[in-house]
């Protein structure tokens, strides 16, 4: 993946906000402030849609509902890393998010990786890494472009369009694996299907019998084998009729509204397609069938034409009794229609089973549920991120690094209870160190606890540090804000609080472990 040099004015942070939108990379042991190249702008093919259109509109099109990005709002639910089309997996009650990558600095889709997310209760959002990548496939030479994963039998399938080497044209590949969160490998080491077109999204009915529906500008499907990484017949054509998709104007050779990127699922019997319409730029529609395989019936929009991208689309998913759709937009700074950002929304359908008219939000989705703190948490699950990168950690999984003077990490609807009386975090630091003020209700909030984290030795040297904390009650959101000195201050794994008597808020001292 391209790095890109990150200094203390951060020339890519908008004024008027408090993140950024960076690729996290350091290796395991670095100087303090490490040079990195600079992003160079990405060439590629022209996808077969009219973009030379939608990078016109790209730039006229503005926000329905979606303005400059608050520093405690919630969507879009990533702000670290650029992000797009989602694919949301429910499993063992958490939503697994299978997303996109977007490179910073992008003029093109250039997109090298895909990404995982999970959240157990919507808001507060666990970065997974990058468990599969353009290198997983052998004969891949570009376009990670959108994917979905499925889980069979408690293996993972993930389907994804990228370019084969061997022919130029877009094929779709399957990699699997034992976890929702990875490594995923090659199943085949060869496409699944090619026939030039994009956007998978797979489907397991009731009766087990899977299917695999992609395409721009076609929609076609194949029934998958229990295998997951075989079909029987041929690839069918769905037949485009504007019954069945809509009706398009201005373009004889796009008769329908669809256009790309179909998500197809199963509610109370009948069979749904959501999809991204008339490029360009596109709106979500939906249209609904008695089987999976059609006639299918046009139903309508879901999400207007709305956001900073002429690009979006849809996943949608049910879960702890609420439904939510997915999208994305280009709302962080620097955003736009090839450095996008994944978002969400809570809807309800209609009594009739139809959907609603749904706008994008900076709120994003109500939380559902709470966090628990005094379990161990992943410094790097978070609503919100101010300034942060992750990256992988030597002790495995992930890490919150690159911090600077007052970056900040979110943390929403922390469930303290009748009170916390300290606080435990793993940190290294190949700098002086700094401290890890823990702060409710804002970034300049009432500070609960302050703890210092000393020079380990390395960025990737870990340490155990505890501090007392007093007046952490009730349901808060919890804000971790670093300060200290010029430079990178500190890298974070994981934090947790221990339940108990609040202890005097003078106590302030440190002690590591």
Known sequence: MRCHARDTARPGRLATTVLTASTPRRSPEVAMIPARPSPTPATGLVRAVAWTLGLLLAFSVVPAAVGSTAARADN?????????????????????????HDEDGS???????????SSADMVNWTDHGSPLSLATFSWASADAWAGQAVERNGRFYWYVPVKNRATGRMAIGVAVSDSPTGPFRDALGRPLVENGEIDPTVFIDDNGQAYLYWGNPNLTYVRLNADMTSYSGSPTRIPLTTAGFGTRTGDPNRPTLY???????????????????????????YSTAPGPTGPWTYRGTVMPTQGSSFTNHPGIVDFKGSSYFFYHN???????????????????????????????????????????????????TLAWGSGI???PAAEGGMNVGWIDNGDYLKVKGVAFG???????ARVASGSGGGTVELRLGSPSGTVVGRCGVPNTGGWQTWTTVTCPVSGA?????????????????????????????????????????
Not at 262 to 283: D, I, Q, T
Request: hydrophobic share 35%.
């Open 389 to 391: 990168e992750t990256e």
């Open 473 to 513: 009650t009730g349901t808060q959101d919890l804000y971790l804000r670093f300060s200290g000195g010029s430079g990178y201050l500190l890298n974070m794994n994981w934090w947790q609080f221990t339940p108990g008597a609040s202890r005097s808020p003078a106590a302030t001292a440190t002690t590591p472990r």
């Open 330 to 380: 280009g709302a962080l700074p620097g955003g736009g229609g090839f450095t996008r950002s994944v978002a969400v929304e809570r809807f309800s359908y209609n009594a009739d089973g139809t959907i609603p008219l749904i706008n994008m939000t900076n709120g994003g989705a109500p939380q559902n549920g709470t966090l628990n703190p005094f379990v161990r948490q992943e410094a790097e």
């Open 76 to 100: 879009p639910i990533v702000q670290h890393v650029y992000t797009a089309d989602p694919a949301p997996l429910v499993h063992n009650g958490r939503v697994y998010l299978y997303t996109g």
């Open 418 to 424: 009748p009170g916390a009386s300290s606080f435990t």
């Open 259 to 285: 256009e790309e990127g179909p998500w197809v699922y199963k509610r109370n019997g009948l069979y749904y397609m959501v999809f991204a319409a008339k490029c360009c730029s596109e709106f979500i529609a």
């Open 107 to 117: 003029t093109y889709f250039t997109m090298k990786d895909w990404r995982v997310w």
